[in-house]
């Protein structure tokens, strides 16, 4: 399984579309057996082919802030489930989802509420 993850300075960035790169994490029995990064495309996330590319990358899971429902529409549509409401440190968010920690928040670009925590806690 490949996961996605938005990023900016090592931690989950809450802009999906203007994100700095994305991680890509390799999981092989539950356990990260590669990453690697793949540049970001300046602009609106969902006027990119971010989506068709990470499909290309064999990307299934996408684990994100926020994200306007245009950008999570085409990630459905390319089999990219998309988690939203992570944030924090990527490798401790992969973890956590592997670890079945995190559930989508069902929160969009539209709610600024300050409630975009991933349902889980760092130990």
């Known amino acids: 399984m490949k996961i996605a993850i938005p990023t ?5 960035d809450d802009h999906f579309g203007h994100c700095d790169h ?7 029995n539950n356990v990260i057996s590669a990453k690697e990064t793949l540049p970001s495309p300046q602009g609106c996330g969902c006027k990119s082919n971010i989506a068709y590319d990470l499909q290309k990358m064999g990307v299934t ?3 994100a802030g926020n994200m306007g ?3 999570k529409n085409k990630l ?10 992570c944030s924090g440190n990527v490798d401790n968010v992969v973890k956590a989802y592997i670890e079945g920690k995190i559930s989508d928040s069902g929160i969009g670009c539209s709610s600024h509420d300050g409630s975009h925590e991933c349902h889980h806690h760092d130990q």
């Open 22 to 28: 994305y991680t890509i994490f390799t999981i092989e």
């Open 69 to 71: 429902e245009g950008a």
């Open 61 to 63: 899971v996408m684990l």
């Open 76 to 85: 459905d549509s390319c089999d990219i489930n998309v988690i939203r409401g």
């Open 8 to 12: 900016r300075e090592g931690a989950v």
